[in-house]
């Protein structure tokens, strides 16, 4: 009996001792509201992104569409993608520095299909060619609610897009040695998963789910959508539920 005691005594200690974080979301999180775009003369939308139990710091990219798949505009990247400067890039001074860093397999389906390829052969922004500042911004590491236009009134009917991807979320499958010569792939593990929803604007219907369509290349090596996703497990809960909404 006595040692049952002390386990009684070490829990709830244990529980507010620092670092020992539970990965269960707060039910009470009131998700960060930000902008991008805010001079565009478009369709206004207003992007929800409620994270998953799995969420760790992870990159992300949102993006338009039409119905026949061709890019039409980007309304939101990562900072540190779309500059290609990742603000802990470089540690060789002994603390994390700004560095150029190039992360084709982050987001893969999004900078595809951006087209804009580099002198190296990449489609990963540099800090020559970034994207705008009207597009980019620092990651909100809890659950957000972006405020956005479209640059031009454009089509009626249109796709928006959401990729995310997050760097050492290794499992069974996508292991650290899977590609042991390909370190591109190492920077990925579980490939980027891709969400969609179609917006129009005649239907009368103002918010839209999005719907997990499938992954992008392990390695970037193309910004096709596999839908094999059999072999994604937690990275399938980094977003607990995405939405769209005209405004």
């Not at 805010?38 to 039409?66: C, S, Y």
């Not at 928006?160 to 042991?180: A, C, G, I, R, S």
Request: overall charge negative; charged content about 20%.
């Amino acid at each position: 009996m006595k040692n049952i005691q002390i386990l009684y005594v070490l829990v709830p200690i244990l529980m507010v001792l620092p670092g020992c974080k539970s990965s269960r979301v707060p039910e009470t999180e009131v998700p960060e509201q930000f902008s991008s775009n805010i001079t565009g003369e478009g369709p206004a939308l207003q992007v929800e992104f409620i994270r998953g139990k799995a969420h760790n710091h992870p990159l992300m990219a949102i993006w338009a569409e039409d119905t026949d798949g061709n890019y039409i505009q980007t309304l939101y990247v990562a900072e540190s993608l779309g500059k290609g400067i990742f603000q802990h890039g470089d540690a060789t001074s002994g603390q994390w520095l700004p560095a150029e860093i190039r992360r084709p397999a982050a987001l893969p389906v999004w900078s595809h299909s951006r087209g804009v390829k580099e002198p190296d052969g990449l489609f990963v922004p540099t800090p020559e060619n970034a994207v705008a500042d009207a597009y980019t911004g620092a990651t909100p590491q809890i659950s957000f609610v972006l405020n956005t236009r479209l640059d031009t009134p454009g089509p009626e009917r249109f796709y928006v897009l959401f990729e995310v991807n997050q760097t050492w979320d290794w499992n069974e499958y996508w292991t650290n040695n899977k590609f042991p010569d390909d370190p591109v792939y190492k920077t990925s593990c579980q490939p980027s998963l891709i969400y969609r929803a179609l917006v129009d604007l005649n239907d009368g219907v103002t918010e839209y789910k999005m719907e997990l369509i499938g992954r992008g290349h392990h390695s970037g090596k193309d910004g096709k959508i596999y839908t094999d996703l059999e072999t994604m497990t937690t990275a399938l809960n980094i977003t607990q539920s995405l939405s769209v909404r005209e405004l």
